[in-house]
């Protein structure tokens, strides 16, 4: 390689190494989806919850990944405590009563959302409302647990709601209030007293808690503070329960692999050596696709000038008038032809010829004549007018035509 490619190359890789670094250095904008997945680790996800729960709780943990229904139609014998948290669960008609049913006999259903469907509220005789902040405006919230045993002397607060839905109207004979909270900043500055936002209903012999702060288990959340207090006293509510079994089906942030590029996309090291490798080919492809020797010319065929010969011939004696010389050529090339299509050995200008001729060709005897006949006597001729050279081609001519 040349000095001028190898400097190409050093500028290339440096240009590289120094675009590599400051992309890897680069601030990464914080991600404020609300995705509640268990291993993601952006604000709202749960991965810090998900890690400190097994040393809270006492029982068995398990995830489940499949919808509720089939997962209690699989395992009908199963007890302890159903959990689901997101910022928006909607069960399916048949769903629903199929997690009713396997907690009324003596389960615990515990779901956290900002939005239940209306079945399930009208079955606990619940309706709720929304404090809202403004979507410029961010709410700070105070919240509380009202269990005694369970309050905490810090303030518990949530700085990043643009609403807060809570509980507006509860069955107070079969209602167990569990936690509220208080807004410091609304949109009127008008609601600022305590509102239910998490509440406990008996069903059957067993119990249903129902919770519209899920973000108290969110990674935000969790490291902020003593927050994490308000967490543990809500986990202590399943106390007795043999198993949690923690729903990663009913999330917003739910991963979905459409394609194998996912995998390499999504984890840095995978990420950097794709594009690494594709950089390194386009390199290639740049300072190694270039010819690395000298050029073969393209070496054009001859062109067949025969015809081209022979017009240029041609006018050359038709200029001179040298009628005589052009229709010797013209007789010599025809005899020429005929010697070679009928296997003639000699020639002559006799009838026997004539007779054979004819026979070969197709002719008749009287035409085969009259052409030699006239051939013969231009040949004893020494000036030939132009009139007399085109007969001679018009008599050639009709004999290859009719002979075909």
Same mark, same amino acid.
């Given at each position: 390689?040349?000095?001028?490619?190898?400097?190409?190359?050093?500028?290339?890789?440096?240009?590289?190494?120094?675009?590599?670094?400051?992309?890897?250095?680069?601030?990464?904008?914080?991600?404020?989806?609300?995705?509640?997945?268990?291993?993601?680790?952006?604000?709202?996800?749960?991965?810090?919850?998900?890690?400190?729960?097994?040393?809270?709780?006492?029982?068995?943990?398990?995830?489940?990944?499949?919808?509720?229904?089939?997962?209690?139609?699989? %395992?009908?014998?199963?007890?302890?405590?159903?959990?689901?948290? %997101?910022?928006?669960?909607?069960?399916?008609?048949?769903?629903?009563?199929?997690?009713?049913?396997?907690?009324?006999?003596?389960?615990?259903?515990?779901?956290?959302?900002?939005?239940?469907?209306?079945?399930?509220?009208?079955?606990?005789?619940?309706?709720?409302?929304?404090?809202?902040? *403004?979507?410029?405006?961010?709410?700070?919230?105070?919240?509380?647990?009202?269990?005694?045993?369970?309050?905490?002397?810090?303030?518990?607060?949530?700085?990043?709601?643009?609403?807060?839905?809570?509980? %507006?109207?509860?069955?107070?004979?079969?209602?167990?209030?569990? *936690?509220?909270? =208080?807004?410091?900043?609304?949109?009127?500055?008008?609601?600022?007293?305590?509102?239910?936002?998490?509440? =406990?209903?008996?069903?059957?012999?067993?119990?249903?808690?129902?919770?519209?702060?899920?973000?108290?288990?969110?990674?935000?959340?969790?490291?902020?503070?003593?927050?994490?207090?308000?967490?543990? *006293?809500?986990?202590?509510?399943?106390?007795?329960?043999?198993?949690?079994?923690?729903?990663?089906?009913?999330?917003?942030?739910?991963?979905?692999?459409?394609?194998?590029?996912?995998?390499?996309?999504?984890? =840095?090291?995978?990420?950097?050596?794709?594009?690494?490798?594709?950089?390194?080919?386009?390199?290639?492809?740049?300072?190694?696709?270039?010819?690395?020797?000298?050029?073969?010319?393209?070496?054009?065929?001859?062109?067949?000038?025969?015809?081209?010969?022979?017009?240029?011939?041609?006018?050359?004696?038709?200029?001179?008038?040298?009628?005589?010389?052009?229709?010797?050529?013209?007789?010599?090339?025809?005899?020429?032809?005929?010697?070679?299509?009928?296997?003639?050995?000699?020639?002559?200008?006799?009838?026997?010829?004539?007779?054979?001729?004819?026979?070969?060709?197709?002719?008749?005897?009287?035409?085969?004549?009259?052409?030699?006949?006239?051939?013969?006597?231009?040949?004893?001729?020494?000036?030939?007018?132009?009139?007399?050279?085109?007969?001679?081609?018009?008599?050639?001519?009709?004999?290859?035509?009719?002979?075909?």
């Amino acid at each position: 390689m040349d000095k001028k490619g190898t400097i190409y190359i050093v500028i290339a890789v440096i240009s590289l190494g120094a675009l590599m670094l400051l992309l890897y250095n680069k601030t990464k904008e914080i991600n404020w989806f609300e995705s509640y997945v268990s291993s993601h680790k952006i604000p709202y996800g749960t991965y810090i919850f998900n890690k400190i729960i097994p040393k809270l709780f006492d029982g068995q943990i398990e995830h489940i990944t499949i919808p509720p229904f089939e997962f209690l139609q699989n %395992n009908k014998d199963i007890s302890g405590t159903y959990f689901f948290v %997101n910022n928006q669960i909607a069960f399916e008609k048949t769903e629903l009563e199929s997690l009713l049913e396997w907690t009324s006999k003596g389960n615990t259903l515990f779901i956290a959302s900002k939005g239940f469907e209306k079945k399930l509220l009208d079955t606990l005789n619940l309706k709720t409302g929304n404090l809202y902040g *403004g979507f410029d405006v961010s709410q700070l919230q105070n919240h509380e647990l009202v269990n005694p045993n369970l309050r905490i002397q810090d303030s518990i607060t949530f700085d990043r709601g643009t609403y807060s839905p809570y509980f %507006n109207e509860i069955d107070t004979l079969q209602t167990v209030v569990v *936690g509220k909270f =208080k807004v410091e900043k609304s949109e009127n500055n008008e609601l600022k007293d305590l509102n239910i936002n998490i509440i =406990k209903q008996k069903f059957g012999e067993g119990e249903i808690v129902l919770s519209t702060f899920p973000e108290a288990f969110t990674n935000y959340f969790l490291l902020n503070g003593n927050n994490k207090d308000y967490t543990t *006293g809500l986990i202590s509510y399943f106390e007795g329960s043999p198993t949690i079994y923690i729903d990663n089906h009913y999330k917003s942030g739910k991963s979905f692999y459409t394609s194998p590029m996912y995998i390499f996309l999504n984890t =840095k090291e995978l990420k950097w050596a794709y594009y690494t490798a594709l950089i390194g080919v386009l390199i290639y492809i740049v300072f190694e696709g270039k010819r690395k020797q000298r050029a073969v010319p393209v070496v054009i065929p001859l062109k067949n000038q025969t015809l081209a010969f022979t017009r240029t011939i041609s006018d050359m004696y038709f200029e001179k008038s040298d009628q005589k010389a052009i229709s010797e050529h013209k007789i010599n090339y025809f005899l020429d032809q005929l010697r070679s299509n009928f296997f003639i050995s000699a020639i002559t200008f006799d009838d026997t010829f004539y007779t054979s001729l004819a026979g070969k060709s197709g002719q008749s005897f009287e035409s085969v004549k009259k052409l030699f006949t006239y051939i013969k006597h231009l040949k004893n001729r020494s000036q030939i007018t132009d009139t007399e050279l085109i007969e001679l081609n018009t008599l050639i001519q009709k004999f290859k035509a009719d002979g075909k």
